[in-house]
């Protein structure tokens, strides 16, 4: 069994994919320097909204964990709520029961649209101004097709709450997918450089949410006192890795399912929390005990200073996955049917085609580098319904003109409405 505990990082970085439209926080400060960190406050239906939110989080998380331990041991990582975000930006088209699957899955539907659009944003200007010394970029695109009619209050409202940047595109030309994959790379640092392999006439959109974030800890491990060190995987197999060490004064807590200790970044704004099973224990105990009620938030009150000797490994995870299974068996599987009800995104009948997370995170004795995209995809599940026959009859006086049509740029006009003997 590989490093997969490790990559599960909530709150501290996927806990905090929030929106903005390639927004970015300051360079890294000197050591010593830092400001304090910014108490983001929350009125209270915002506080009830974060618990929501972590209840999301962790059942998502449970659910991509069963189905990759049927395929295996390998490491993985997701980013929670840049799946709740772009999924928020998609729920802003839904209607009828379709609208009720998605909130009910987001563990939203007790919020209305404005709560929830406003706790987005209200977090990411928070995020990205709290520690200078950490880099987050966080950006929105909507790429819809521009043969179809898309309403404008949810393109609006997509600009408005989460800086969404909409672009009209030909999704007959294999020059779109390109640009997608350009976008994407562009908006994480170029570490993840395609989400889509292509595209066809009867996509509606993709909303995309992109998240790089570069942290350099608090207090860094010395690469001298790094060393080949056993892992042992949970079949009892061992293998040799690098493993950091360093002994200080970290937040901890432990309870009979596991450790639990909390590695700051910066100015101690983020954080990344290692959950560690404690001996006897298997990964399963400590996300069964995630999943109760309450308990994550009982653990992180219990976080008292201590002095840790730690032994962390350094690890790079590069993960792809397909979450219509994880979502529908979470909810809302009447998106991904001809059910569907995206009746706010446009007249046409149209439906989730799939929703899609690339993720990586690399972690060293100076810091944690990550990113992720998570791509949804939206498409007709019936062409446009044509014109009606018409009858023109340019039997009168009539104007016309004389276009480039790439640019619309007009080269002649004129009227005809005499025929001279």
Request: proline letters at 5%; glycine letters at 6%.
């Amino acid at each position: 069994m590989q490093l997969k505990i490790f990559s599960l990082i909530v709150p501290a970085i996927v806990g905090l994919s929030f929106a903005a439209s390639c927004d970015k926080s300051g360079h890294a400060s000197p050591a010593g320097k830092l400001p304090d960190p910014i108490r983001i406050q929350l009125r209270s239906v915002e506080e009830q909204m974060v618990k929501n939110d972590q209840a999301f989080a962790f059942s998502f998380f449970e659910k991509v964990f069963a189905e990759e331990s049927l395929e295996g041991d390998g490491n993985f990582m997701v980013s929670p709520l840049s799946l709740s975000m772009a999924l928020a930006m998609t729920w802003n088209g839904a209607g009828g029961d379709t609208r009720t699957a998605m909130q009910q899955t987001l563990h939203m539907d007790e919020f209305d649209d404005e709560e929830v659009n406003g706790y987005y944003k209200k977090l990411k200007e928070a995020l990205l101004a709290t520690d200078p010394s950490t880099r987050i970029s966080i950006a929105n695109a909507i790429f819809a097709n521009h043969q179809v009619v898309v309403n404008p209050g949810f393109l609006n409202t997509n600009k408005t709450w989460y800086d969404a940047t909409v672009r009209p595109v030909d999704f007959s030309l294999p020059a779109t997918a390109a640009l997608i994959n350009q976008w994407a790379s562009d908006h994480t640092n170029g570490l993840i450089e395609k989400v889509i392999d292509g595209t066809n006439p009867l996509d509606l959109m993709y909303l995309l949410n992109a998240i790089y974030f570069k942290g350099i800890w608090t207090a860094e491990f010395d690469a001298k006192n790094t060393s080949k060190r056993p892992f042992t995987y949970e079949n009892g197999t061992t293998r040799q890795v690098d493993m950091m060490r360093q002994e200080a004064t970290f937040n901890y807590a432990e309870d009979q399912t596991l450790q639990l200790v909390q590695l700051p970044y910066g100015n101690q704004s983020f954080s990344m929390m290692v959950l560690l099973p404690r001996e006897g224990r298997r990964l399963r105990d400590v996300l069964s005990a995630t999943l109760q009620d309450g308990y994550w938030g009982d653990l992180k009150a219990a976080l008292r200073k201590a002095e840790v000797d730690l032994s962390f490994p350094k690890f790079r995870t590069e993960y792809s996955k397909y979450l219509n299974d994880v979502l529908s068996k979470m909810g809302m599987g009447i998106a991904f049917t001809d059910a569907a009800d995206f009746s706010g995104i446009t007249d046409v009948p149209a439906k989730i085609s799939f929703v899609k997370q690339d993720t990586y995170i690399s972690t060293d004795e100076s810091g944690t580098e990550a990113a992720a995209v998570t791509t949804v995809g939206v498409e007709l599940t019936s062409l446009p319904s044509q014109p009606k026959k018409v009858v023109f009859k340019a039997d009168r006086p009539f104007v016309y003109l004389i276009q480039e049509n790439s640019t619309g740029a007009i080269l002649f006009m004129g009227v005809v409405r005499d025929f001279p003997g």
